[in-house]
């Protein structure tokens, strides 16, 4: 299994556009924007109601709550019942959004991504320069809640595939299962499936003023015992329907089935909504039983999880013996650096957005004569230089003349050192691009390793500039 880069370009929207509805738990009136992001952006949430506009990305690390919905909080600030808008995002393959909202909740709608679909539609999709990366799954990962029996899975696949199974152990709904082989077919198969609720639910959430934005127009009751005439009065008042029956089929009235699974449907939604806080897509078939918030999130705090460690620890296979793309000769017609502070042997790969190069290592360094005597170290800072150096390479391969340009720091971030480096060690560096290159300025994310391991990553940005 691995994070692999793809031929696939990542996608917008192309311009902003707004819905505005209710809370289903509430009740409040909300206006959703969505804006088209910038690439490697993913998806994020902007509070625009709260000062300073706080931001809440769409990372499963970020999850409070999955009691009615998924919520997020980051720093004190909510957001709560994501799924169905994430849903929606991923079901039309968009990579990148900016979520606006002035209240904590999305508007429930119909209970369906059906009308999130139509918004993103109606503002249209932006292919970008960046491309995508995937996830791809070789072994079977699995998270199961012993409580509840809930488990989810994931296996390898060819594409993104999700099937759900729905046991809930009742007469009125009884055991559905839903699948989506391609993630093309979600506008037409999944996105107008509706949220559904059970009526002892129900009356819970009504007694504790936890519903406030439902009505039979945006979610499926379920009948699942006897309706009292204290119950049907409190259900009118809820709803501000003068009478409300039960239909043969064991759902309140005022609405109509779209599918006879429509309750396996809008779990396998949730699934794809609740799995978008992953951060990186996934090419595997997920296979969900009895899913729920709970162990859908849980599932994707494990493979964020792994997926970041992956990342990190994902040693280039590079056969050092191999004729590299550029000596040292060659490297030095492109980096203005000389001895002693050239600290780039080989790059092995190169790419438009990622570069892969080599250092060895000796006694024979200069700063090994003071750092330190009887114990050499190689100073982190000359090890993110050298990760820099790498990087140039990258940036400077976009320009016709790099003999003539100077690479210039402008940022270093989220700078962690692992593993000392001391002579004898072998430095492999690993640039790939955050964002395409723009006016000469390089932002990417550099990992080195050595021994196999990680032993240092920064984020990095840069910019070349032409010599006068």
């Known amino acids: 299994m691995g994070i692999v880069s793809t031929d696939i370009k990542q996608k917008t929207i192309q311009k902003e556009i707004s819905l505005t509805g209710v809370g289903l738990h509430t009740g409040k009136e909300v206006t959703l924007t969505f804006k088209p992001a910038s690439e490697n952006t993913g998806f994020a949430f902007k509070r625009i109601d709260l000062e300073g506009t706080p931001v809440i990305e ?35 393959d968009i990579d990148n959004a900016i979520l606006e909202l002035d209240n904590s909740e999305p508007p429930i709608m119909d209970g369906s991504s059906k009308f999130f679909v139509e918004a993103i539609e109606k503002a249209g999709i932006q292919e970008q320069e960046a491309f995508r990366e995937v996830y791809e799954v070789t072994d079977v990962i699995s998270y199961t809640d012993e409580e509840s029996g809930s488990e989810i899975l994931v ?42 609720s059970f009526l002892h639910e129900l009356e819970a959430l009504l007694e504790h003023g936890l519903i406030k934005g439902g009505d039979l127009n945006n979610a499926i009751v379920y009948v699942d015992k006897e309706l009292s005439d204290s119950t049907m ?30 309750a ?11 799995l978008a806080l992953i951060g990186t897509r996934i090419r595997g078939k997920v296979i969900a039983n009895k899913p729920g918030h709970f162990v859908n999130t849980q599932f994707a705090k494990k493979m964020s999880k792994l997926i970041k460690n992956e990342r990190r620890n994902n040693v ?7 004729t590299p793309v550029m000596d040292v000769n060659q490297i030095m017609d492109m ?89 004898g060690d072998t430095l492999i560096f690993k640039c790939s691009l955050i964002t395409p ?13 050595t021994n196999g391991k990680l032993c240092a990553e920064a984020e990095l940005m840069a910019q070349i500039t032409k010599v006068k």
Do not use: W
């Open 335 to 423: 980096l203005p650096h000389r001895q002693p502070f050239l600290l780039l042997d080989k790059v092995f790969e190169l790419s438009e957005n990622k570069v892969i190069g080599m250092k060895n290592v000796t006694m024979n360094e200069e700063f090994f004569k003071g750092h330190f005597p009887g114990a050499p170290v190689m100073p982190g800072v000359l090890i993110v230089e050298a990760m820099a150096q790498t990087g140039g390479i990258l940036v400077l391969s976009t320009v016709p003349d790099p003999e003539n340009y100077l690479t210039f720091f402008m940022k270093m971030d989220k700078v962690k050192f692992k593993q000392k480096v001391v002579p």
């Open 316 to 322: 280039p296979n590079i056969d050092l013996n191999q």
């Open 437 to 449: 290159i723009r006016r000469g300025i390089c932002h990417m994310q550099g990992y080195a390793y």
């Open 58 to 92: 769409a990372d499963a690390n970020y999850v409070t709550s999955t009691q009615r919905g998924t919520c997020l909080e980051k720093n004190g600030v909510t957001i709560q019942t994501c799924e169905h808008v994430l849903a929606a995002l991923i079901g039309l």
């Open 264 to 274: 396996a449907r809008h779990k396998l939604l949730d699934v794809i909504g609740d």
């Open 155 to 196: 296996m390898p696949s060819k594409e993104y595939q999700v099937t759900t199974m729905v046991d809930f152990g009742t007469k009125v709904l009884g055991t559905q299962n839903a699948t989506l082989n391609k993630i093309s077919n979600f506008k037409k198969d999944i996105s107008d499936s509706r949220t559904f």
């Open 233 to 262: 009065e409190k259900l009118k008042e809820a709803f501000n329907k003068e009478a409300i029956a039960v239909k043969p089929n064991g759902i309140l009235d005022n609405l109509t089935l779209h599918y006879p699974n429509e």
